[in-house]
């Protein structure tokens, strides 16, 4: 399933491609999700959701509220903003709320906040010069409000802009998480609108072994996500299911939850892909810009490959990473530190900071499997985050080949955060 032999393949980089040429000799595996098939009309199946949304659920109950706020997603995000936000601020307007009333709220989480200059990244122009547009920072106290703590002891700390608005609203794209299970609904505003303690209080249960891929039910850190969301007083999200051209296929409209339940089945649906046994090398890409932006998201298809790939073999990433690390934090937390050992031990004293947290989740998956990256990024500093830099695929191929024995099972995952795989016949 979602496998087929051959030897020729592109890997997505930046927004070009890579090419990989294998010996024809040698059988390789290419995993993919199921082919998703671009909306005939991608703007009217939003009206289309925003008209008929999920369990009965109806917007024109909130006619007499003079406010709204919604969250979008930063730069790090491949959601189609452009595509969404006309017929949602339509539908508002349709309730009375005039362009002032309305407020977009970059979600940031723990990422910089965006400056003006780059709003064009995200939104159309005719959007973001005649609505409020605010980007949202994680560090700023005064801009927090407090709401008390949820069942698992997170503090919840959201955006004050946005816990001011009458009715609050999330925008976003239900995809696979390598931690939280899965992406959208609720998480644009409990992660993306939080304050850092409580991203960082939520973010340390990444230690729990519930905490993975293609999880929800039983995950801890996505239920706390969805509690932060119930105790925000979130009503309403927007979100989609793209495919691997970033091309809306699904969309969904409703309570958060609702949302979250059927993009969910949609993902499930097409992602998982039964594998054959673990591989000894795959190579794998995060699908391009912007995915690939920086290291800090990139990591992400390194922990999607690696669950196809047996202990001591490798994973080779092909990720452009222009702007860099993507985290301060991350990088120096790594200064002086020489071995895998120190970095968890580091990070048992130190206690859980996002940030560091990437350095953890590296430092588990190199443990275990041989991480060999091609990149833009300086030799030097991939090297000392315990990653073996290749200037391009085929250096990559000779350097795993040098290192791993026996080398016969291969495969390629083109989009592997898009990817849910797992082993045939194991749960």
């Not at 020729?8 to 980089?13: H, P, Q, T, V």
């Not at 979600?107 to 780059?118: L, Q």
Request: net charge neutral; with cysteine.
């Amino acid at each position: 399933m979602g496998s087929k032999k051959r030897n020729s393949f592109k890997l997505a980089y930046g927004s070009t491609y890579l090419s990989l040429d294998l010996d024809p000799a040698l059988l390789v595996d290419e995993i993919n999700p199921q082919e998703m098939v671009m909306a005939e009309n991608e703007g009217e199946m939003i009206e289309s959701s925003l008209d008929n949304p999920l369990d009965g659920f109806n917007l024109s109950q909130f006619h007499t509220m003079k406010s709204a706020a919604i969250a979008v997603n930063d730069k790090t995000r491949p959601v189609p903003h452009a595509i969404m936000l006309p017929p949602l601020l339509k539908k508002l307007q349709s309730l009375g709320l005039a362009g002032n009333q309305i407020k977009l709220i970059i979600a940031t989480g723990t990422h910089k906040p965006m400056p003006e200059s780059e709003y064009e990244k995200i939104l159309p122009a005719d959007i973001y010069q005649h609505y409020p547009v605010i980007s949202h920072n994680c560090d700023d106290e005064k801009n927090l409000v407090y709401l008390g703590e949820t069942t698992r002891k997170t503090p919840v700390k959201i955006n004050r802009q946005f816990m001011e608005s009458d009715l609050k609203i999330v925008l976003g794209n239900i995809e696979p998480h390598h931690f939280m299970g899965f992406s959208g609904g609720a998480k644009s505003m409990s992660i993306g609108l939080a304050g850092r303690d409580t991203i960082n209080k939520n973010h340390a249960m990444l230690t729990d072994p519930r905490t993975s891929i293609g999880e929800y039910e039983n995950n801890p850190m996505r239920q706390d996500v969805e509690e932060i969301g119930s105790i925000s007083g979130l009503q309403y999200a927007l979100n989609v299911v793209l495919n691997h051209k970033k091309e809306i296929v699904r969309a969904f409209s409703g309570a958060p939850l609702e949302v979250m339940k059927a993009g969910i089945e949609e993902v499930r649906r097409t992602a998982q892909v039964a594998i054959q046994g673990p591989y000894d090398l795959v190579f794998a890409s995060v699908g391009g810009a912007p995915k690939d932006i920086n290291l800090y998201q990139s990591q992400k298809a390194m922990t999607h490959a690696a669950l196809c790939v047996r202990d001591h073999g490798a994973v080779i990433l092909a990720a452009k990473c222009p702007e860099g690390s993507g985290n301060q934090a991350f990088e120096e937390y790594m200064q002086g530190v020489s071995t895998i050992e120190q970095v968890f031990q580091k990070f048992n004293l130190d206690g859980f900071r996002v940030g560091p947290h990437k350095a953890f989740q590296i430092a588990r998956l190199a443990s275990r499997v041989n991480i060999i990256m091609v990149s833009d990024l300086p030799d030097h500093m991939v090297k000392s985050w315990f990653i073996t830099p290749a200037k391009n695929l085929d250096e990559a191929f000779k350097i795993a080949c040098e290192t791993i024995t026996p080398l016969n099972k291969i495969a390629v995952m083109p989009r592997a955060t898009n990817t849910i795989p797992y082993i045939a016949n194991r749960s």
